[in-house]
């Protein structure tokens, strides 16, 4: 179509004419690559992988009414589409393109660029344990079928849920809710990594690891960690990429740790007053309240981000 394309516009003819068949070049070429197509095939990706009876099962069950925080997704071996196409659903994934990759992340998490690179045998998330996928909320697991992928071997704790022509999903019942009431806490110097073997074989519905982003942040954690030992019954009241409001009531002061991702410019109001934000479990944030009913709101402030950046370059 291009030599087509190219033989016309050197052809006598008006603006307009050669404009026309640049322009349905430059439509075919968008088409092809960008839009869900491959090269040669008319097969729309997009739209064929959005009627996937997986995906209307993930869907369904990630994102029933009533469901504020909704759990996460993970893939092995999968379609690109898997990692990058569910955000155009609302399915939450740790892969792809999506808000959670950030050099914090990436150092923790350590992500697979594409569908087309091995995984990397993250030290704090390898199988089976996968303490990070189960620190996010990772519910289900989607596994590819496709040729040459090698087969996979789940977790005993991980139950196939479904099965179709290219994947099977396998559900993780030792997923962790999205926000959690650790009653104790180990803390670490800014800059210090747990050791492996300590934080994979941690309880995170009781024990919290302080890993403080700086000295000011490890100072006030570990002020916070003198008290903070209460029971807190926490209820996502609404949420958006940029916002979270909980309702909250603690019978003394203690921890509501999140599968949030610790990042400069998020701040915090407690009853409409400012509270502390610490770094925990290495990448995530946590809120130490105080003893009776509060409302907390979350909100990220691009501006606080370029005051941190800035304070922080003085520094260094």
């Known amino acids: 179509m291009v ?11 008006s603006e307009w004419r050669a404009a026309l068949w640049l322009m349905l070049v430059l439509v075919a070429d968008y088409r092809t690559f960008n839009l869900g197509g491959t090269f040669n095939e ?8 959005t009627r996937n009876p997986a995906v209307h099962y993930l869907a369904r069950h990630l994102k029933a009414d009533g469901i504020v925080l909704p759990d ?49 045998a993250a030290p704090y998330n390898r199988l089976p344990e996968s303490r990070l996928d189960d620190l996010l909320a990772v ?22 849920v479904q099965s179709e022509n290219d994947v ?16 104790q806490a180990r803390w670490l110097r800014p800059g210090e990594a747990p050791d492996v073997g300590r934080f994979v074989d941690t309880d995170f519905a009781s024990t919290l690891w302080l ?27 609404g949420a958006t990429p940029t916002t979270l409001d909980l309702a909250v009531t603690a019978s003394s002061a203690g921890w509501i740790a999140m599968s949030e991702l610790d990042y400069p410019g998020w701040v915090a109001e407690l009853d409409d007053e400012p509270i502390a934000i610490h770094r ?26 370029v005051a941190y950046a800035w304070r922080h370059g003085r520094r260094a």
């Open 3 to 13: 030599a087509v394309a190219l033989w016309q516009v050197r052809r006598p003819g």
């Open 42 to 49: 008319s097969t729309n990706w997009a739209a064929r992988f």
């Open 72 to 120: 996460r997704i993970s893939t092995i071996n999968a379609y690109p589409a898997w990692d990058d196409t569910v955000a155009m659903l609302g399915i939450p994934s740790t892969r792809g393109y999506n808000p959670l990759r950030y050099a914090l992340y990436e150092q923790w998490y350590q992500p697979r660029e594409s569908s087309s690179v091995h995984d990397v």
């Open 139 to 160: 519910r289900y697991l989607i596994v590819g079928r496709g040729k040459g992928w090698p087969s996979f071997v789940p977790p005993a704790d991980y139950t196939k």
């Open 168 to 183: 099977d999903i396998w559900r993780n019942d030792q997923a962790f809710a999205r926000l959690l009431n650790p009653t």
């Open 211 to 237: 890993t403080p982003r700086d000295n000011e942040d490890a100072k006030a954690s570990r002020e916070a960690a003198a008290t903070c030992h209460g029971v807190v019954e926490t209820t996502a009241l």
């Open 280 to 305: 925990a479990n290495g990448m995530f944030r946590a809120v130490c309240v105080p003893a009776g009913e509060h409302r907390l709101h979350l909100a990220f402030h691009p501006w606080h981000l």
